[in-house]
């Protein structure tokens, strides 16, 4: 009876391994999926862009901005969909599609939560800047703006700095301190929140 106990005990714990080994593979899958449609997504629409520098193209840019959200622990997959869209309605070529028609394929294509979270981040017809980093830092309710932004103005700055602009990277950096201040004061999330803290103190130490 004994060896039949240990028996049964034994095959529950290899169903119960075989059914997480199957969650898992799902969450992979499910994670791969989402995610590189939205890269292939934003790839179409910034084709033909891009960055400043006019020859570096304009994808790498959403790129390195979800391998600085996966530097600092962050793999949820509408974040990181969110993340590689982040651009995608304030660049669009209104020659080709107007943002409403393309807020609109994006709720067909990823549904209303990734499509509101793209639009919340591109500046509207009628904000400043200064406006637009305004409302962002209030959105404590959506902290996966924030983290994008973050990390959107830490990629920007990195690179003004390879193109020798240090003084107009620091300022551009400080710009923003209403997002990092709102993040640091969150206490969401402790170890994620020095990653962040501990990426913008290292970008303002390469400018002094």
Known sequence: MEDISIKTADMKMISMESKN????RKNNYNFV???LKALDFAMTIHKYQFRKDGI?????HPIQVVNI???WGIFDPTTISIAYLHDVI??????????????????FEFGTFIANGVKLLSI??????????????????????????????????YCFLNEGKADYAKIYLHKADEIFNTIKNSKNDEV?????????????????
């Open 69 to 71: 959200l996966y530097s």
């Open 192 to 208: 994620l929140i020095n990653r962040i803290s501990f990426e913008r103190y290292r970008l303002l130490g390469l400018m002094k």
């Open 33 to 35: 999926h989402k995610t």
């Open 124 to 157: 509207q017809s009628n904000e400043t800047k200064v406006e637009y980093i305004s409302r962002i830092s209030r959105s404590t309710f959506r902290m996966y703006l924030l983290y994008i932004k973050a990390a959107d103005r830490i990629h920007n700055t």
């Open 21 to 24: 080994g199957k969650i898992r």
């Open 56 to 60: 570096t193209p304009y994808i790498t």
């Open 90 to 107: 304030e660049d669009v070529d209104i020659s080709y599609q107007s943002p409403e028609k393309l807020y609109k394929q994006l709720i």
